[in-house]
């Protein structure tokens, strides 16, 4: 998903699952912010205090930096979880350790994340962990069928689409056709088609089948999916019975599907925008919101605790130490991404048989 999943939708599903405004806020900051954390190393205090932060993406990788992506350790707990074949922990796959890899919607190693993630959520950065499980969740959707490392199953061949106002460069097609040729890792051979909330389109994976998408159908039982979780995380329930929550009310459920399909633009940041003044307005039953988002610079949540306007380090900062950093949005974040992939790397991907890290 894009900043109108990740951020808009995420606020959307967590508000259905009776958080307040301040709470949603803070979930849906730290689901996208994953996509925005792109420094990593070790933070300096003018006190001879220091800090040490992961980084969750890289804006610098492109689709000529694969063995890049291929070394990023955050790839499959956060952006590829892998589905294990829909088996549950101790069962492998049919097909191979692939079978294992390739991401799958709600599967029980999402299920296994929830479960850890509700069983601790006591803790000063519960709801920033629980903001990048969403993150992990709902790119479990948009991300199906493809998987976090360079496999044919990522192949993408003869693609096309219903939208008529969907079109691709001769670029986005040479540089697709080089990236499937090569076992592109993720769906880099797709281009952002699985990201985009709006298209209908099929292609051909890398085993020869025919693979049909609805995008706004997906994202909006993503949308039902992350709220129900959410319900259960307020609920305290580590069996993670999805079956049990109601969900997103109907009448809400619907809406979501008409923005999903409503809003055609290939910016994401401009649907983004849309999606802001459809909550601003009170377009759902929980009533008006103001929402926003700034992932870097002034008013961001790296401003807020270390007072830093510009969007990239230098690695020669001394910032100057409140006690207030130790609370800080920005550094509950970080605490919690350690945290996640710490036990989705070293707990519960070897209990699937999965090694990643």
């Known amino acids: 998903m894009q900043i109108d999943g990740h951020h808009t939708l995420t606020y959307v599903a967590a508000r259905f699952a009776q958080f307040d405004h301040r709470q949603a806020a803070t979930i849906a900051y730290a689901s996208q912010y994953v996509c925005d954390a792109t420094n990593s190393g070790l933070i300096r205090f003018d006190n001879g205090a ?15 930096s694969l063995s890049a992506m291929a070394e990023n350790l955050t790839w499959l707990p956060l952006y590829y979880l ?25 599967s029980p190693v999402a299920r296994a994340m929830l479960a850890d993630c509700i069983a601790n959520q006591d803790t000063p950065s519960g709801l920033h962990r629980l903001g990048i499980s969403m993150h992990a969740l709902a790119d479990s959707f948009s991300h199906q069928g493809f998987a976090g ?83 259960a995380y307020r609920q305290g329930d580590v069996s993670v019975n999805l079956d049990a929550q109601p969900g997103i009310p109907s009448k809400d459920l619907h809406t979501i599907k008409l923005m999903l399909a409503q809003y055609q633009f290939d910016n994401e940041q401009l ?50 130490y409140q006690p207030a950093f ?18 989705m790397q070293q707990r519960i991907f070897p209990s699937f048989g999965i090694c990643s890290g």
């Open 50 to 64: 220091s800090y040490s932060r992961l980084a969750s993406a890289n804006k610098m990788l492109d689709r000529r």
């Open 271 to 320: 649907r983004h925008q849309h999606w802001l003044g459809d909550i601003g307005q009170g377009r759902f039953s929980f009533g008006a919101a103001q929402l926003n988002y700034i992932g870097k610079g002034i008013g961001s949540w790296k401003h807020q605790a270390l007072g830093q306007e510009a969007h990239c380090d230098s690695g020669d900062e001394r910032f100057h």
């Open 82 to 106: 892998p589905g294990n074949g829909g088996q549950p922990a101790g069962v492998d796959p049919d097909g191979g350790f692939v079978q294992k890899l390739i991401c799958q919607p709600d």
């Open 149 to 231: 490392v360079s496999h044919e199953v990522n192949v993408v061949e003869e693609v096309e689409a219903e939208d008529q106002n969907w079109v691709e460069s001769f670029t986005d097609r040479l540089s697709s056709f080089f990236l499937a040729e090569g076992f592109p890792l993720g769906h880099a051979a797709a281009l952002n088609n699985p990201d985009k909330p709006y298209l209908t389109w099929r292609y051909q994976n890398g085993f020869g089948e025919l693979i049909e998408r609805d995008n706004v159908q997906i994202f909006t039982e993503a949308a039902n999916v992350m709220c129900k979780a959410m319900q």
């Open 326 to 343: 130790l609370s800080s949005d920005w550094k509950q974040f970080h605490d919690a991404l350690r945290l996640h992939l710490l036990v």
